[in-house]
C-alpha cells in the first residue's frame, strides 16, 4: 500500500511538473490568438512577425495572401506548422537574403590582457534583457532570458570565456598572458585552464532550434522552423520535424581563475563564435547530449585541445571564404554551414573513428555544394567538407537521414515531453523503421 502511494505520487508530481512546463509557453496559434483580442490591423501586424520569423524578403504574395485569408477566418490552428519548408526551399531562401550594413564586417578589437586581470574583476556582467520584437505589441519579446539558476560569477565568467575564445579563434591578433606565457589559440588557452587545475567537459548537444526566443507576457512562444524532409515513413506520412540545432558546449569548473563558466561553439546568424550559454531555455527547446568528453580522462583531453584546434582552423577558415567570395548576409550562414556544419565538421574529425560519416550526427547540414569546385583549397577541413552530406542541395540517402532525425531528437523516448502529438508519433516510427531497440 505504502509503495503503490509512492508510485502514485511521483507519477501525480511527474504530471505536475509537464503541466506547469506547458503552462509557461504558447504554441504559436495561441500567440496569434492572444494578440488578434488586443491588435485591430491584425494582418498588418502578423505580416512584421512573419517577417522577423523568417527574413523580410521570404514573405511571397501567395504566403501574404494565406496570412490574410487566416487572420480572416481566425483559424490560427492552420499557423500550427508554419513555416514548414522542404530542404530545398530553405537553399531558395537563402538566395533571397540581402545583406546589412553591420554584416559587412566581423572585424572586433583585439585582446591583449593579463588572463588574471580578465578573471580577476567583480561578477558584474550579465546577459542583454529580451528587446521589444514589434513596437505594437510590447509585451513580445525576443532573446532568453537569463537562467535565474545561474550565479552572477557563472554569467560573467561564461561572457568573457565565450568573448575571450571568440577573438583568439578569429586570429585578430588577440593574445593573454598567463604565467609568462603568452596565449594566442584557444588550445593555448585551454591548455593553461587545464595545467591551473580546472575541470573541463566537453559535450555534443542537440535541441530544436529556437531562432527567436520569443515571449509573450512572460511565457515562451513557440516559434520551431518546420522541415519537410522529402522522405516518406512506411505509413505513407510525410516525415516533417523541427529544424534541429546542435553545439559544443564547454563546462569549466574549479581552478583559481574561472570556478564556473559554460559556453558553447557554433555557426550562427552572427558567425563562427563561442556564445555565454547561461540562458533560461523552454522546455520545448531543452538539448540532450549525445556524447561527452571528459578532461579527467587523458586520451579526452587531448580530444578536447583537437576540437579547439579544429574550431580554431574553421573559423580561419570562415574569414577567409568571408574575404574570397565577398560579403554575405548573416556571415554566410547557411550557404558557408549552419550551427550543424560546425559541429559535424568537429565531430567528423576528432570524434569519428576514420572518418565514419555513419557516426555523424547532425541534420540537416547546411553547406552548399558548390563551394567544393568554388574554393581550391586542400587541407583536412576541406576533406571533411566534400564527404559531409549536402543536405539543402541532395536529398540524403534515407537510411542516413532517418538516422540523423533521430540522433537530433532531444527528447529521447520521453514521448510526453514533445510538443507536437504527431511528431512524437512519428519518431516512435522512425525507431521502428531503423529496428530502433
Not at 568573448?163 to 591548455?191: A, K
Not at 550562427?268 to 556524447?291: A, C, H, I, M, Q
Amino acid at each position: 500500500m505504502v509503495l503503490r502511494l509512492f508510485f502514485s505520487f511521483i507519477l501525480i508530481f511527474t504530471l505536475s511538473l509537464r503541466s506547469e512546463a506547458q503552462n509557461n509557453e504558447l504554441s504559436f496559434p495561441e500567440f496569434l490568438k492572444a494578440v488578434s483580442k488586443d491588435e485591430p490591423n491584425m494582418t498588418s501586424l502578423i505580416e512584421k512577425v512573419f517577417s522577423q520569423l523568417l527574413g523580410r524578403d521570404y514573405l511571397t504574395s501567395e504566403q501574404l495572401q494565406k496570412i490574410s485569408y487566416v487572420i480572416q477566418t481566425k483559424d490560427f490552428e492552420k499557423f500550427q506548422r508554419f513555416p514548414t519548408l522542404t530542404l530545398s526551399d530553405l537553399r531558395k531562401i537563402q538566395g533571397l537574403k540581402k545583406i546589412d550594413a553591420e554584416e559587412a564586417s566581423i572585424a572586433s578589437a583585439p585582446i591583449k590582457d593579463a588572463l588574471e586581470n580578465i578573471f580577476s574583476s567583480e561578477c558584474s556582467e550579465k546577459l542583454p534583457e529580451a528587446k521589444i520584437v514589434v513596437a505594437s505589441i510590447p509585451d513580445l519579446k525576443g532573446g532568453n532570458a537569463q537562467d535565474p539558476d545561474a550565479s552572477d560569477c557563472k554569467v560573467d565568467r561564461s561572457i568573457k570565456l565565450a568573448r575571450l575564445l571568440s577573438s583568439l579563434i578569429r586570429n585578430d591578433g588577440s593574445e593573454v598572458t598567463y604565467q609568462n606565457n603568452v596565449l594566442r589559440t584557444p588550445e593555448d588557452l585551454m591548455r593553461a585552464l587545464l595545467s591551473s587545475g580546472h575541470h573541463v567537459v566537453m559535450t555534443n548537444e542537440k535541441n530544436y532550434a529556437d531562432f527567436n526566443g520569443w515571449s509573450y507576457k512572460g511565457k515562451a512562444v513557440r516559434t520551431p522552423l518546420w522541415i519537410d524532409t522529402e522522405v516518406d515513413l512506411d505509413t505513407g506520412e510525410r516525415l516533417v520535424i523541427p529544424a534541429g540545432h546542435s553545439a559544443l558546449v564547454f563546462r569549466v569548473t574549479g581552478g583559481d581563475l574561472i570556478q564556473e563558466a559554460q559556453v558553447s561553439f557554433y555557426f550562427g546568424t552572427l558567425g563562427v563564435n563561442f556564445y555565454p550559454d547561461v540562458e533560461l531555455r523552454p522546455k520545448w527547446n531543452e538539448s540532450k547530449v549525445f556524447y561527452a568528453v571528459d578532461s579527467l580522462d587523458v586520451r579526452q583531453r587531448d580530444e578536447i585541445l583537437a576540437a579547439l584546434d579544429v574550431i580554431g582552423r574553421y573559423s580561419e577558415r570562415h574569414i577567409l571564404e568571408i574575404k574570397t567570395l565577398g560579403p554575405l548576409p548573416m556571415q554566410g550562414y547557411g550557404y558557408l554551414g549552419v550551427c550543424n556544419d560546425s559541429v559535424a565538421v568537429v565531430e567528423l574529425l576528432t570524434h569519428s573513428k576514420n572518418m565514419d560519416l555513419s557516426k555523424i550526427s547532425a541534420f540537416p547540414l547546411g553547406r552548399a555544394k558548390e563551394l567544393n569546385q568554388k574554393l581550391d583549397i586542400t587541407d583536412d577541413l576541406s576533406e571533411a567538407f566534400a564527404l559531409l552530406p549536402k543536405d539543402l542541395d541532395v536529398v540524403p540517402e534515407r537510411a542516413d537521414l532517418l538516422r540523423r532525425v533521430l540522433r537530433m531528437n532531444p527528447f529521447g523516448r520521453d514521448y510526453e515531453k514533445f510538443f507536437d502529438p504527431d511528431l512524437a508519433r512519428q519518431i516512435q516510427q522512425v525507431e521502428k523503421e531503423l529496428l530502433v531497440p
